[in-house]
């Protein structure tokens, strides 16, 4: 198997959540092709099936990430079959949107038991064995909806801000390891995401995206991803669109909620 290096560290291994689809089914193959052993954990058995057709380097693993003793047993699982784990790419979620009024309290906690606890999960699962190796990378998928608030995906942008803040203090709190991790922040991307959130609340702002094409492609976001790895970036906002919004969240949040609902309107 051939080995691809990111700046002095060599992945052999690496490991992707929700990698049966979206953002993380692309970076899956995309290592895979470059002779990483993937391991690629999703909850569809088909769609993880159908995957590990594609490449020899996938290795699929049915997984729910918020059964934290199932995801601690299947990484064992991966060192032990694989080989120790040398990069974490978490992309596993969920989008059912809704008014905050109107949406299931079930769905509510769903969207914080996936998002948000699956990231706690399998970030307790795989930072440890990194940092007791004191090597490695650690990739964790936010959301810019998780600054910049979106209306009838309330639940959402909710349980990707726990993620947006875990994941920042993470970084602080191990600014001492040679463990790189890294919080990326997309816009909307072209993933099935987009078509869970328009058959549940359909939000506007999403319908205008899928409308007029305004949304990020998901090979646009791994491009971005990979150049924030080689450059050892710690908050990846992947595009340009990100970057304005976050700065205009962060610095005039009522100019953007302005823009927002000027947006929104019928």
Known sequence: MSK??????????????????????????????????????????SALAELATLSENIHPYTCDVTNIEQVRHIIDTIEQQLGP????????????????????????HQLMAVNYGGTVNVVSAILPRLK??????????????????????????????????????????????????????????????????TATGNPKTVRDSIQNKRFATADGMIDALEAGLHRKTTV????????????LRRFSPRLVWK????????
């Open 4 to 45: 691809v290096a990111s700046e002095k560290l060599t992945i052999h291994i690496a490991v992707v959540t929700g990698g049966a689809s979206g953002m993380g089914k692309v970076y899956a193959l995309r290592m895979a092709k470059q002779g990483i052993a993937v391991a690629v954990l999703d909850r569809s058995e």
């Open 85 to 108: 784990v040398d990069r974490l790419v978490h992309c596993a979620a969920i989008m059912p949107t809704g008014t905050l009024a109107a949406q299931p309290v079930g769905d509510v």
């Open 132 to 197: 007791k190796r004191n090597t490695g990378q650690l990739v964790i998928f936010g959301s810019l909806g998780g600054y910049v608030p979106v209306p009838d995906c309330g639940a959402y942008c909710a349980s990707k801000a726990a993620v947006n803040f875990f994941a920042e203090i993470l970084i602080e709190e191990n600014r001492g390891s040679s463990v790189h991790i890294m919080l990326v922040c997309p816009p909307l991307v072209d993933t099935p995401l987009l078509q869970q959130a």
């Open 236 to 247: 990846l906002y992947p595009n340009s669109e990100a970057t304005v919004l976050a700065w």
């Open 259 to 266: 823009v927002i609902h000027a947006a929104n309107r019928v």
